[in-house]
């Protein structure tokens, strides 16, 4: 029950996450990015199950297989929403007394957010590709847009004067911006696609919270910021991030700066999503985090 409506939370898991060994690695559950993707372009990480950790994946409420509400407003999705849904995961799956959580984006956000309610059972946080404030993240995409080209930024900005930012003109845009700074690989992963694309079917949380595109945001999370409070988490933090990532140096060195017990790791080749761009050194960073805080 979220918000007064009765909701279903869609996961998946690979690995066992009941194998009955208390010295087994602990569970880790992901949080997907958007907000209004889906889980799909995080499914790298389940790699990480060959160790014997089970790996969580869902779709949060809103998106994906999970239960949709396309007709409710600002009002009722809310980053606390997120943060219920999420405990009530940990709890239904039983892995409140022992997990970790790995946050992408927008998921790094609600990681934060959930790390600040200081669940007990919470080893250990993985913060990729994020930041501590949406103004900053913000402030540092239209950076990053004012090196575009100037024909491209003259698209994007009749269209976003205009409110014609679902003309197919300025997605291609916009597109512009995302394979500099979102994924940089020629092709992207059949995962990521679908993950965007279940945006494109329902648009309501995106829309909603962030707005029409990464760098014109009019939603309700506009203003959301923890700089203030990044000192409280005090379990141990992995910071990731890419050279050319929309999330900048700059945010991650708030983030580093904030939290006491945090380590950073800088992945040169990529931008918004190492765990595609450089996915085995990716994988290996995060899968040595983990093991060395169960």
Same mark, same amino acid.
């Given at each position: 029950?979220?918000?007064?409506?009765?909701?279903?939370?869609?996961?998946?898991?690979?690995? $066992?996450?009941?194998?009955?060994?208390?010295?087994?690695?602990?569970?880790?559950?992901?949080?997907?990015?958007?907000?209004?993707?889906?889980?799909?372009? /995080?499914?790298?990480?389940?790699?990480?199950?060959?160790?014997?950790?089970?790996?969580?994946? +869902?779709?949060?409420?809103?998106?994906?297989?999970?239960?949709?509400?396309?007709?409710?407003?600002?009002?009722?999705?809310?980053?606390?929403?997120?943060?219920?849904?999420?405990?009530?995961?940990?709890?239904?799956?039983?892995?409140?007394?022992?997990?970790?959580?790995?946050?992408?984006?927008?998921?790094?956000?609600?990681?934060?957010?959930?790390?600040?309610?200081?669940?007990?059972?919470?080893?250990?946080?993985?913060?990729?590709?994020?930041?501590?404030?949406?103004?900053?993240?913000?402030?540092?995409?239209?950076?990053?847009?004012?090196?575009?080209?100037?024909?491209?930024?003259?698209?994007?900005?009749?269209?976003?004067?205009?409110?014609?930012?679902?003309?197919?003109?300025?997605?291609?845009? *916009?597109?512009?911006? +995302?394979?500099?700074?979102? *994924?940089?690989?020629?092709?992207?992963?059949?995962?990521?696609? $679908?993950?965007?694309?279940?945006?494109?079917?329902?648009?309501?949380?995106?829309?909603?919270?962030?707005?029409?595109?990464?760098?014109?945001?009019?939603?309700?999370?506009?203003?959301?910021?923890?700089?203030?409070?990044?000192?409280?988490?005090?379990?141990?933090? /992995?910071?990731?991030?890419?050279?050319?990532?929309?999330?900048?140096?700059?945010?991650?060195?708030? /983030?580093?700066?904030?939290?006491?017990?945090?380590?950073?790791?800088?992945?040169?080749?990529?931008?918004?999503?190492?765990?595609?761009?450089?996915?085995?050194? +990716?994988?290996?960073?995060?899968?040595?985090?983990?093991?060395?805080?169960?």
């Amino acid at each position: 029950m979220l918000n007064g409506e009765v909701a279903e939370t869609w996961y998946r898991i690979d690995g $066992d996450l009941s194998p009955g060994d208390a010295d087994a690695p602990a569970p880790l559950i992901t949080l997907h990015g958007g907000p209004g993707a889906t889980h799909d372009y /995080l499914l790298v990480l389940a790699n990480l199950a060959q160790d014997g950790r089970a790996v969580v994946f +869902y779709d949060q409420i809103g998106n994906g297989r999970s239960t949709h509400y396309p007709e409710r407003g600002a009002d009722f999705w809310t980053v606390d929403l997120f943060v219920r849904e999420l405990h009530n995961l940990v709890e239904a799956l039983g892995i409140a007394d022992r997990h970790h959580v790995l946050g992408s984006s927008w998921g790094g956000f609600l990681g934060q957010e959930y790390a600040l309610t200081r669940p007990p059972g919470l080893k250990s946080l993985v913060l990729t590709d994020t930041a501590a404030s949406f103004p900053d993240f913000l402030a540092e995409a239209n950076r990053l847009r004012g090196e575009l080209p100037p024909e491209v930024e003259a698209t994007l900005k009749r269209h976003e004067e205009a409110g014609t930012t679902d003309d197919p003109e300025y997605e291609e845009a *916009c597109m512009v911006f +995302y394979r500099r700074h979102l *994924c940089r690989l020629d092709r992207w992963p059949q995962e990521l696609i $679908d993950a965007f694309g279940w945006i494109e079917k329902d648009p309501t949380v995106y829309h909603t919270m962030n707005g029409p595109s990464e760098f014109h945001v009019i939603g309700s999370i506009k203003d959301w910021q923890v700089k203030d409070r990044l000192g409280e988490i005090e379990i141990p933090t /992995l910071l990731t991030s890419g050279r050319y990532d929309e999330a900048t140096p700059a945010l991650q060195e708030t /983030l580093h700066d904030g939290i006491p017990n945090s380590e950073w790791v800088l992945f040169e080749e990529s931008s918004h999503t190492p765990f595609v761009e450089e996915p085995e050194r +990716y994988r290996q960073v995060v899968g040595e985090w983990l093991a060395r805080h169960d």
